[in-house]
């Protein structure tokens, strides 16, 4: 299968027919998962990295338990990330970038990185933020999840999210409003099922499928996902190390703690609601005025909002995202 260099196209698993189920993490755009998940992000970054060069596609690797066979990765941004602080910096790294790269776009009159990249001399590499536990995240790295996936799919930078604590606390409204694309691993029970997916069916899986519900998608696909041996994973990774040694660049650390600006709690509270009022912010945040008002016309320029509409309620559009 031809890869372009403009896509991140991924074989998910097989289905029922024994056929592959491919999807592009570009037109995802991004990707949680539920389950047991770290050998299939493993596998997920393999093939990306087999069929990419670093020019092409690089990646930030978050995960405790350290997904070692990734380490050597010419792909690299950085080295593969272990702790919550750690994350934190890398996905900061993620938002600013996704920041410099819509100020390009807007110098050079194009809208996306696909146009860019056909216009301009220097390209831009897409990146993909793997990250193994979410629910291990700060309340800022959270909050930077929330704002890569708002935002960044333009700009090419994609995520790949896991975490196998099926609750809300580790799967907020606001990170799961913003990644539409979805894997579930067999679930305890169809509640848990209904909070990855929308619907239930998850709790019926025999070990080791999974439900694959895409952007868009009426009811989820059932798959046996692709997740490599031994054996596939060193053939994968002997095809990406003849890119050499990684070019990692510096984690950012930052001198002073960024104040907080509540726009992710801003699209929890607006997820699952019909309209929004500049009052309902201000009371359910405990913030003044002017930042509600900011955080609302934020959310009007990103298209969760509706435009001002005198003294009424403004709509919420974030359902017209997924």
Same mark, same amino acid.
């Given at each position: 299968?031809?890869?372009?260099?403009?896509?991140?196209?991924?074989?998910?698993?097989?289905?029922?027919?024994?056929?592959?189920?491919?999807?592009?993490?570009?037109?995802?755009?991004?990707? $949680?998962? $539920?389950?047991?998940?770290?050998?299939?992000?493993?596998? &997920? =970054?393999?093939?990306?990295?087999?069929?990419?060069?670093?020019?092409?596609?690089?990646?930030?690797? =978050?995960?405790?338990?350290?997904?070692?066979?990734?380490?050597?990765? !010419?792909?690299?941004?950085?080295?593969?990330?272990?702790?919550?602080?750690?994350?934190?910096?890398?996905?900061?790294?993620?938002?600013?970038?996704?920041?410099?790269? %819509?100020?390009?776009?807007?110098?050079?009159?194009?809208?996306?990185?696909?146009?860019?990249?056909?216009?301009?001399?220097?390209?831009? %590499?897409?990146?993909?933020?793997? =990250?193994? /536990?979410?629910?291990?995240?700060?309340?800022?790295?959270?909050? %930077?999840?929330?704002?890569?996936?708002?935002?960044?799919?333009?700009?090419?930078?994609?995520?790949?999210?896991? *975490?196998?604590?099926?609750? *809300?606390?580790?799967?907020?409204?606001?990170? @799961?409003?913003?990644?539409?694309?979805?894997?579930?691993?067999? *679930?305890?029970?169809?509640?848990?099922?209904? $909070?990855? &997916?929308?619907?239930?069916?998850?709790?019926?899986?025999?070990?080791?499928?999974?439900?694959?519900?895409?952007?868009?998608?009426?009811?989820? +696909?059932?798959?046996?996902?692709? =997740?490599? +041996?031994?054996?596939?994973?060193?053939?994968?990774?002997?095809?990406?190390?003849? %890119?050499? *040694?990684?070019?990692?660049?510096? &984690?950012?650390? !930052?001198?002073?703690?960024?104040?907080?600006?509540?726009?992710?709690?801003? &699209?929890?509270? +607006?997820?699952?609601?019909?309209?929004?009022?500049?009052?309902?912010?201000?009371?359910?945040?405990?913030?003044?005025?002017?930042?509600?008002?900011?955080?609302?016309?934020?959310?009007? @320029?990103? /298209?969760?909002?509706?435009?001002?509409?005198?003294?009424?309620?403004? @709509?919420?559009?974030?359902?017209?995202?997924?």
């Amino acid at each position: 299968m031809e890869i372009d260099a403009m896509s991140l196209m991924l074989c998910l698993g097989h289905g029922k027919d024994g056929n592959g189920v491919y999807a592009d993490l570009m037109r995802m755009p991004h990707l $949680l998962i $539920l389950g047991k998940a770290d050998r299939l992000l493993s596998s &997920l =970054i393999c093939q990306l990295a087999s069929c990419h060069s670093p020019e092409e596609m690089r990646t930030a690797v =978050i995960s405790e338990s350290g997904l070692e066979e990734l380490c050597s990765l !010419p792909h690299l941004l950085f080295p593969v990330l272990r702790n919550a602080e750690d994350a934190e910096a890398a996905l900061r790294w993620a938002v600013d970038e996704t920041d410099r790269r %819509y100020e390009l776009f807007a110098r050079e009159g194009v809208y996306n990185i696909e146009r860019y990249n056909r216009e301009a001399q220097s390209k831009l %590499y897409l990146a993909v933020i793997a =990250i193994d /536990g979410i629910d291990k995240l700060t309340e800022n790295g959270i909050e %930077y999840i929330a704002r890569i996936g708002a935002k960044s799919r333009a700009a090419g930078i994609h995520l790949i999210a896991c *975490t196998d604590k099926a609750t *809300t606390k580790a799967i907020p409204a606001a990170v @799961k409003a913003n990644i539409p694309s979805r894997i579930a691993f067999k *679930t305890e029970n169809a509640k848990e099922s209904r $909070l990855i &997916l929308d619907t239930a069916g998850a709790e019926l899986l025999e070990k080791g499928d999974v439900l694959f519900s895409p952007i868009g998608a009426v009811q989820p +696909t059932l798959l046996a996902p692709e =997740i490599f +041996t031994e054996a596939q994973t060193a053939q994968a990774l002997g095809r990406a190390r003849r %890119y050499g *040694t990684p070019a990692l660049i510096d &984690l950012p650390r !930052p001198t002073e703690k960024r104040p907080r600006d509540f726009y992710a709690e801003a &699209l929890e509270l +607006t997820a699952g609601r019909e309209r929004v009022s500049i009052a309902l912010l201000m009371r359910a945040l405990k913030i003044g005025y002017a930042k509600a008002a900011g955080l609302m016309e934020k959310m009007e @320029k990103e /298209g969760y909002v509706g435009p001002y509409n005198g003294s009424k309620p403004r @709509k919420v559009l974030v359902s017209s995202k997924k």
